[in-house]
Every structure is written in structure tokens, then in C-alpha cells.
């Protein structure tokens, strides 16, 4: 077992946001976590890569219990983060960003900058150019693309198609398929679950804080339930929805009582 979230529990203030998760992660699987806004999808990746404490339960990655693990070293311990929101460094140029990913290495990054401009092209075209000033999908290339060079055993992805026009989202898609097929674990919390689920080997979904189904991604994209709540189903079929938490609703892809893109822009953890 790679990555193994254990019964955790985590809370802003008042609000319990995770009322003991758990979910495991094999290596070399795509797994993806789904669920509406305010689920506690996202505030389960940022505690696993060090950005959210944990109020009970355990986190534990390749052998090793990490729930005490400062965000930096969870990054050289071999997690990496491409945040909700990109949170990309918006006066740096295209080059800058990607080496931003690998500044906790001591050794050569060469191979992995390499290796980011041949998974992402349009990177290597535009590497002088600065960030903030690309389209969204060239960004999400970019905070994926910078995750990479820190050499991740995992990769956490939180979001990667919000807002892309959907030629893009198969492309974003087509490349996280190829990240796996290279080698690295995925962690996906995504929103567009149909699509999510096509490329994971498991999934969980996620209500209120906790989860409510697991099965293989081939399983639930035929479940009734599933199909009701996250695929275009019929609603008939979907289960009542649990009422959320004070502060979890509204928020468009955030997590209780965090705005978007929130304290990951430019976090040791994803980098």
C-alpha cells in the first residue's frame, strides 16, 4: 500500500470538514474521490500533502506514518500537488514555475524539465513566457507539469478541469492517463465524475464529509446511485442528500470555510 488515509478526521474551527475518511492507494493506480461541493474532497488532498492539520485519525505513506510530517518533507518523501486553482506564480515565466517544483531537490532537475516539455509541448513553446499571462489549460499544464519535477511517488490532483473548455479536458485527461502509464500514483479529485471515472482503476465518493461508497471506477459508473447523484442519471434513483455543514455550502469547487484556491498557491506541499 502506497498512500493509506486512516479514519481521519479534520475541522475549520467548529466545523467538522472530514468525519473519518479513509481511503487507500495502491501503487501505480489511478484513484479518483467524487462528490458534490463542500464533500471534503479537496480538504482530504491537503491533508495528505501537510496543508491541514488532522484533529484524529492517521495518515500513512510508503510504510511510514506522516500525519505529523511537516509539508516540505511530505514533498521529498516523494508527495506532489497540483493544487485547485493552479496557484501558479503568475510573474515568473513558464521555465521559472516548473523549476519552483523541484527547489527541495539538491540534485540535477534537468531530466525531469526534460521530461515536463515533452509531456506538455505547448510548455516548451512558451517557456519565457509568463505565467499569468497563458490561457487556463496552459496553466493547468503548468501546475501539473511543476508538481512533476519534484519526482513524485504520488501525485495529488485537485480539480484539473475546472474550467477548461472541453477539447482541453480530454487532453488534461489523456495526459494524467500517461503520467500513470510513466509510472507515477494519482490521486484525482475531480468534478466532472464521468470522466473521472473512465480513466481510475477505484474510486470513493465522498458526502458531507464522509465516505458513502468505494468500488472499481467500472462499477460505479454503472451504479444507479452514482449514475443519479454525479452522471446525468435519472434523480429518482439518487440517495437524499445529507443537509452540509454550516459554511460548506456554496463555494464553487472549495471546501468548508476555505475560499478557492485558498493557502495552496505557492505551497511547499505541492511544489
Not at 501537510?50 to 518533507?73: E, Q, T, Y
Not at 525531469?112 to 505547448?122: G, H, I, Q, T, V
Request: hydrophobic fraction near 40%; proline fraction near 4%; avoid cysteine.
Amino acid at each position: 500500500m502506497l498512500l493509506e488515509i486512516d479514519d481521519i478526521h479534520v475541522h475549520y474551527g467548529k466545523i467538522a470538514a472530514l468525519k473519518g475518511i479513509s481511503v487507500q492507494v495502491d501503487r501505480g493506480e489511478i484513484v479518483t474521490l467524487i462528490g458534490a461541493n463542500g464533500a471534503g474532497k479537496t480538504t482530504t488532498l491537503k491533508t495528505v500533502s501537510g496543508l491541514r492539520d488532522l484533529s484524529a485519525g492517521a495518515v500513512r505513506f510508503d510504510g511510514a506514518d506522516i500525519s505529523k510530517m511537516p509539508g516540505h518533507k511530505r514533498v521529498l518523501a516523494g508527495i506532489g500537488q497540483a493544487p485547485e486553482g493552479r496557484g501558479i506564480f503568475p510573474g515568473m515565466t513558464v521555465e521559472e514555475n516548473l523549476l519552483m517544483g523541484a527547489y527541495a531537490r539538491r540534485d540535477d532537475s534537468s531530466k525531469e524539465l526534460a521530461e515536463a516539455y515533452e509531456l506538455f509541448p505547448r510548455l516548451a513553446e512558451r517557456r519565457t513566457q509568463a505565467g499569468g499571462t497563458m490561457s487556463g489549460g496552459e496553466q493547468q499544464m503548468l501546475a501539473i507539469g511543476r508538481a512533476l519535477m519534484a519526482k513524485p511517488k504520488v501525485l495529488l490532483l485537485d480539480e484539473p478541469s475546472m474550467g477548461l473548455a472541453p477539447m482541453l479536458v480530454q487532453q488534461i485527461f489523456s495526459i494524467i492517463e500517461e503520467i500513470n502509464r510513466r509510472g507515477t500514483t494519482v490521486l484525482l479529485v475531480e468534478q466532472n465524475a464521468q470522466q473521472a471515472l473512465q480513466i481510475a482503476h477505484r474510486a470513493y465518493v465522498l458526502e458531507t464529509g464522509r465516505v458513502v461508497k468505494s468500488a472499481a471506477a467500472s462499477e460505479l459508473l454503472d451504479d444507479p446511485q452514482v449514475r443519479a447523484a454525479y452522471l446525468g442519471g435519472d434523480i429518482g434513483d439518487a440517495v437524499e442528500a445529507e443537509e452540509p455543514e454550516p459554511g460548506e455550502a456554496g463555494k464553487p469547487g472549495g471546501e468548508a470555510g476555505e475560499p478557492d484556491g485558498g493557502d495552496d498557491a505557492g505551497g511547499a506541499a505541492k511544489d
